[in-house]
């Protein structure tokens, strides 16, 4: 398909094959991510990361994916979308073929890093392309379908990289991108159109060098917090200020500005960002718990892990198709609120979880956080993508990516860092007048996993103390032995109980900060939203406008974009 979308004078025809696609594209960056968290254990293992290591092999991918997307989108924009989505998949590939032949730590934290970047390129082009090939009248049902992908990820993610753990290493999470990302690349030049904008201002390079840096900036300090306010994060958080200030000024002095600021008084376009961010906020921060209390608590594996997950994903198809119902019927404020207010509930259902609480006790949480992010995220996501012109789809759908981002990486850094905390102090007073070392209880407060770790080392020793016993050569010695192991065995299940009960209060506890936080975000994005959206619309309506190319309320409202182009 070489004929660009923007020529075409009737609706795309494959257009449902190339939504297949993207939707392929998107499932794999962000199981790029969900997968490394099962996969952690063993990497952590057979590469020997510490805690800080562990974490920029996650994050190394975070920085550059959230920090240079607004950019990318707009050379996207510019030049071609279609391009940017074929490069970024070159590029994603090329990083994941390195992950998987290295065998250290800044091996891996550079090939996830440049795995990053590829899905910087990927992610708004998928955006962007799908808006500018689907008419106005089946763009809403196209958005949410990516939108069910996205959510989808969160749970497929565990799924997939449980089931190539079982027989394989932790190499195959990044060798299984290859063939799906060869498929991709074939179906983006056999079904995908060329797409760019029709008339565009040259690229404010200025401004995305400066978008690049605070994002990035602030990435970075989030990262760092949970760790303390040292030099690191102080730097960071100056740096992301300054950087943040910067770009301000610049774009609302610029003539052509990357991000046009301005469109942030359109009370729809801020109040739909806000609700990314802060269902993000909770969704990344509780699927970073979750999964370490399903594994480590309730002691299942990887796999199992992912399957258990299953209900969240199955959950987020049936909210979907619900918002798709919905939406047209009672607005998109109505089902955005109404998805803040289930995920507020499901959080406070996890309230409830004790060292008691069995799996049965998180299927009516997960199911209830699945409909919501259904529920809530295709009008959000609708609402900030219709906010840009054509030109701009790109750059729209950068906005609304780099909300997702922002959003999971504050989660994980308030979250992540209070769960951190709570389990710490919470295990302090489990093990209070114990006998255990205090070397042992030092590294064990670090996290639950190491808390495990502590507690089957003294239960090994416990048992090679045992097995001398069985062979000592006299009596009294044997005894001696064998008090020791017992005392032991005592302190391994002592600390085995305490890291479980620890981390399941700390669960608890932060479950009910991320309702609190959602509960209030809820009211607030209940003030922001205007009473009756005005994007997003797909009643007959619509279906007279023209097929091809984005309408939006903002090209209906100039005062709005500033100077005029």
């Not at 989108?73 to 979308?81: C, F, L, N, P, V």
Request: charged share 15%; glycine share 10%.
């Amino acid at each position: 398909m070489n004929e660009p979308v923007e020529r075409l004078d009737r609706p795309y025809a494959q257009r449902w094959w190339a939504l297949g696609v993207l939707c392929l594209s998107l499932l794999m960056i962000l199981m790029a991510n969900t997968a490394l968290t099962v996969a952690a254990p063993s990497m952590t293992q057979d590469l020997g990361l510490s805690s800080t290591g562990l974490q920029w092999v996650i994050d190394g991918y975070t920085v550059p994916y959230a920090a240079l997307m607004l950019l990318f989108a707009a050379i996207g924009d510019k030049y071609s979308r279609r391009g940017a989505l074929v490069l970024g998949l070159v590029i994603f590939g090329a990083g994941a073929i390195s992950g998987s032949l290295v065998d250290s730590a800044a091996g891996v934290i550079t090939a996830r890093a440049a795995m990053g970047v590829g899905a910087a390129l990927i992610m708004p082009a998928t955006l962007s392309l799908l808006v500018a090939t689907f008419p106005r009248a089946e763009r809403a049902k196209a958005i949410t379908l990516w939108s069910a992908t996205a959510g989808f990820a969160i749970a497929a993610g565990p799924l997939v990289a449980g089931t190539l753990l079982k027989s394989d290493s932790w190499q195959s999470t990044f060798l299984i991108n290859i063939p799906v990302i060869a498929l991709a690349i074939v179906g983006a030049f056999a079904v995908v159109p060329p797409s760019k904008a029709t008339h565009i201002d040259r690229i404010d390079y200025v401004g995305g060098l400066l978008s690049v840096v605070w994002i990035a900036a602030l990435v970075f300090t989030l990262i760092e917090v949970p760790h303390g306010w040292n030099a690191q994060s102080i730097t960071g958080a100056g740096v992301a200020g300054a950087g943040l200030s910067a770009f301000v000024l610049w774009e609302l002095r610029h003539p052509y500005p990357l991000l046009n600021l301005r469109r942030f008084a359109d009370r729809a376009f801020t109040g739909s960002n806000v609700a990314v961010v802060l269902f993000y906020l909770v969704v990344f921060g509780a699927f970073f718990y979750l999964t370490q209390h399903l594994q480590f608590v309730l002691r299942f594996d990887a796999f199992e892990t992912g399957v258990r997950m299953l209900p969240l994903a199955g959950a987020v198809f049936v909210g979907s198709a619900l918002t798709g119902y919905l939406t047209p019927r009672v607005g998109m404020k109505a089902t955005i609120l109404a998805g803040m207010a289930g995920g507020t509930a499901a959080l406070a259902l996890l309230t409830q979880v004790d060292t008691s609480s069995s799996y049965g006790d998180f299927v009516a949480p997960l199911i209830i956080l699945g409909l919501s992010i259904g529920l809530a995220l295709s009008p959000c996501t609708d609402a900030i993508v219709g906010a840009f012109p054509e030109k701009e789809l790109g750059v729209g759908s950068a906005v609304n990516d780099t909300s997702t981002e922002l959003g999971g990486a504050i989660g994980i850094a308030i979250l992540g860092s209070l769960l951190s905390t709570s389990y710490s102090s919470n295990l302090s007073d489990a093990t209070a007048g114990s006998k255990l070392p205090a070397e042992g209880l030092s590294q064990a407060q670090e996290s639950v996993g190491a808390g495990y770790g502590v507690a089957e080392g003294i239960g090994d020793h416990a048992r090679k103390l045992a097995e001398e016993a069985a062979n000592a050569g006299s009596t009294e010695h044997a005894a001696q032995l064998k008090a020791q192991a017992s005392e032991l065995a005592h302190g391994a299940h002592q600390m085995a109980h305490a890291a479980s009960s620890s981390f399941a209060d700390a669960v608890a506890h932060t479950s009910l900060v991320g309702a609190v936080i959602l509960g209030v975000g809820t009211v607030a994005v209940a003030l922001l939203l205007p009473g009756k959206s005005r994007t997003a619309k797909t009643g007959p309506d619509t279906a007279a406008e023209p097929e091809t190319g984005a309408s939006t309320t903002l090209e209906k409202e100039p005062e709005l974009l500033g100077p005029k182009r």
